[in-house]
């Protein structure tokens, strides 16, 4: 596969990964805009943050190194299948062992919820586990759609599962909402049996089909899916097991990382459990434009770079057309998403008291829950820049960068717990971003030297694109000035009417924005026409 055509296929992927993760969110935020008309704040707390973090502490640590090694072969490599499904079901025997780990741990370590409020605390635990190892049956199924572009499986697949998940909650919590725990249990576990019946359906139709010999798929039948030798190899590549190995305890630390605040919570209880169901709902509110963008632009063009770099070479020792293309959708992308972050923190923060009031009344709208979704809102300007250096430091990383930066990692979640635990005590749930805000500029700082040291012997410099141009800053400066004046003036406590006047401001603003994003910036909008959206790519082809 040619670089262009990698580089089509990873916008492809990334282009659905956004219709998945906008359609999840949606599906999420109206869930919880639901459920909380009918449940209390305190079972809301448990289950998005302790037994959620219970299932993604568990599939995550089981299978993110064995995704990251199994999809990092470089160009023109020859993959073995056989030995990459052996080494991929080693997820299963390991999800077991961390979710008999992980429950012990929050049945035995934690404090147990009051089981008036948030009833069948015991059972949910053993569900969430359950569910996560159910989900892990898919894992060589999903490495596979992944390393070939089945954009289109992931999508149904995953959508699907959630709409299920979803249609199943909000039953029960209709019809038997004493049920507590349950009911999210049984949602959960929907979920992860719906993906895994999605991805075992198709390659059972999909093997040995005239469509899988026409495109030379490696596997004809469904019995290759399964473990096995093969006659005079080992049992797995082994270079690619001590790969896993490093990124293992790379995903260890940024598990921790990424879920710290969870774990700070669960661990330390730094907040009352009805806290922790308000802060969480706002990081949800904060972070749902970021992850239905952001994310999958991370996971889809990380696939683009592991393929079209040789992972560990300098770049003069690489094909200068390959890293050419590369540091100009490096660029294009860090412009993409600084641009996004940008207008996020402008009117995130202007509009955060209204978005809450109008989504979960004065439940999240009274208390902290506004300067939460301000504080969340700057955030998430840091969290899109570190997704799209990070995705690309990791591609391009040798084994040996790998493992020294696990160090970097170790030292990063060590000074994240302690931040985390002192910011809280002093400022509450603010506490937490202030601290995801230092840890995230760390983290930054260090992929940014990295790139800047990898392009140095060369002609090309992907970190201009961090730089949107000034007339853009001029006008997302005068449309934080105008919205956060319109909001002293017309938001929060006055009528619907009043409250009208200051949406269409910001209305008029963004469109401001826009038009200047427009007129200057037309490197990026090309990438965007012709590399994001199908449509256009449909045209050119």
């Excluded at 910036?521 to 994001?532: H, M, P």
Aim: glycine share 8%; net charge positive.
């Amino acid at each position: 596969m040619s670089t262009q055509d990698v580089l089509e296929s990873a916008s492809t992927l990334a282009s659905y990964n956004v219709l998945l993760q906008v359609i999840f969110r949606v599906l999420t935020f109206l869930l919880n805009a639901f459920t909380l008309r009918f449940v209390s704040k305190e079972l809301i707390g448990v289950v998005n943050v302790r037994l959620t973090l219970l299932y993604s502490t568990l599939v995550f640590l089981s299978r993110e190194a064995f995704r990251k090694s199994c999809l990092s072969r470089g160009p023109g490599t020859d993959n073995n299948w056989r030995q990459i499904i052996n080494l991929l079901w080693l997820t299963l025997p390991l999800g077991v062992l961390w979710a008999s780990l992980l429950v012990c741990v929050w049945l035995w370590l934690l404090e147990v919820p009051d089981p008036h409020s948030v009833p069948y605390y015991g059972q949910a635990v053993a569900l969430f586990a359950l569910s996560g190892v159910q989900e892990l049956l898919a894992e060589p199924l999903w490495v596979l759609a992944q390393a070939h572009m089945f954009v289109r499986l992931k999508v149904v697949a995953e959508s699907g599962a959630m709409i299920a998940k979803c249609s199943v909650t909000v039953a029960l919590v209709v019809c038997a909402h004493e049920w507590g725990l349950y009911i999210f249990s049984a949602g959960q576990l929907v979920y992860t049996g719906f993906l895994v019946l999605c991805y075992a359906v198709y390659f059972l139709q999909f093997l040995g089909s005239e469509e899988a010999k026409k495109k030379s798929f490696p596997l004809h039948s469904f019995g290759e899916l399964l473990p096995g030798r093969a006659d005079g190899e080992p049992l797995i590549d082994w270079t690619l097991g001590r790969l896993t190995w490093s990124f293992f305890k790379q995903s260890f630390l940024k598990q921790i990382l990424t879920e710290g605040e969870r774990y700070v919570m669960t661990f330390l209880n730094v907040l009352s459990f009805g806290d922790q169901g308000v802060y969480d709902i706002v990081n949800n509110l904060g972070s749902m434009v970021a992850r239905f963008i952001f994310l999958p632009i991370e996971e889809s063009f990380y696939i683009f770079f592991a393929k079209v770099l040789e992972r560990g070479r300098s770049v003069r020792k690489q094909k200068q057309e390959d890293v050419g293309v590369a540091a100009e959708v490096l660029e294009c992308l860090l412009k993409l998403v600084v641009v996004i972050g940008l207008i996020i923190t402008v009117f995130g923060y202007a509009y955060s008291h209204l978005a809450l009031d109008v989504y979960g009344g004065s439940l999240l709208s009274s208390g902290a829950g506004p300067t939460l979704l301000r504080c969340y809102s700057c955030y998430v300007l840091l969290l899109a820049v570190n997704g799209v250096t990070e995705c690309f430091v990791f591609a391009a990383m040798s084994q040996h960068e790998v493992d020294k930066y696990n160090v970097v990692m170790l030292a990063l979640s060590v000074s994240f717990l302690f931040l985390s635990y002192v910011l809280t005590r002093w400022a509450g749930g603010v506490g937490f971003i202030l601290a995801n805000c230092l840890n995230m500029g760390l983290r930054i700082s260090h992929s940014l030297f990295y790139i800047h040291r990898y392009f140095s012997s060369s002609r090309w410099m992907p970190l201009r694109g961090l730089l949107p141009s000034p007339l853009l800053m001029l006008m997302l400066a005068m449309s934080a000035a105008v919205t956060v004046l319109s909001e002293g003036v017309f938001c929060c406590g006055s009528g619907w009417l009043f409250r009208l006047v200051h949406v269409t401001m910001g209305a008029l603003c963004l469109l401001c924005v826009l038009g200047a994003v427009l007129l200057t910036e037309t490197q990026l909008i090309q990438f965007v026409r012709t590399r994001l959206l199908p449509q256009y790519r449909k045209k050119r082809s």
